[in-house]
């Protein structure tokens, strides 16, 4: 089967939990129609580079998945019908990665240097 990223930005006005909520629900929809999801993350409330739908600010969410194209169709008609979701990407790549993605890898290096330069 296909691997796929996606990676979806939620209004800010919703608590993490229910983005968490909102994560679990793709990934039902992705198990429903053949595929699974391999890897999740969450990447925090976070700026956006401009206002979508009058917000400065989303969650992100990133979650990597191994299933036909016919999952990722139902997921991204389901998302475009969900208003908590202001934008999504679904992107095909060539192999499955359960590491962590650059982005979750900087915010973990800017948190360690911020708590060694912090103590000293």
């Known amino acids: 089967m296909p691997y796929y990223e996606h ?8 608590a993490p939990q229910q ?3 909102l994560v679990e629900e793709i990934k039902t929809v992705i198990k429903d129609n ?3 999801s391999v890897y999740t993350e969450y990447w925090g409330l976070r ?21 036909p194209s ?5 997921l991204e008609r389901i998302q475009k ?8 990407l ?3 790549t060539d192999d ?3 590491e962590s993605s650059p982005i979750m890898k900087a915010s973990l290096k800017k948190e360690g240097s911020y708590s060694s330069s912090k103590g000293a």
């Open 90 to 92: 679904t992107i095909k």
């Open 47 to 67: 700026d956006l580079a401009y206002k979508i739908k009058k917000s400065e600010r989303g969650h992100y969410s990133l979650i990597r998945i191994d299933s």
């Open 81 to 88: 019908l969900n208003e908590d979701v202001l934008r999504y």
């Open 70 to 74: 016919s999952a990722i169709h139902e």
């Open 34 to 36: 053949g595929g699974k």
């Open 19 to 21: 983005v968490e909520n």
């Open 96 to 98: 499955l990665s359960e």
């Open 7 to 14: 990676v979806f930005i939620t209004r800010p006005e919703i």
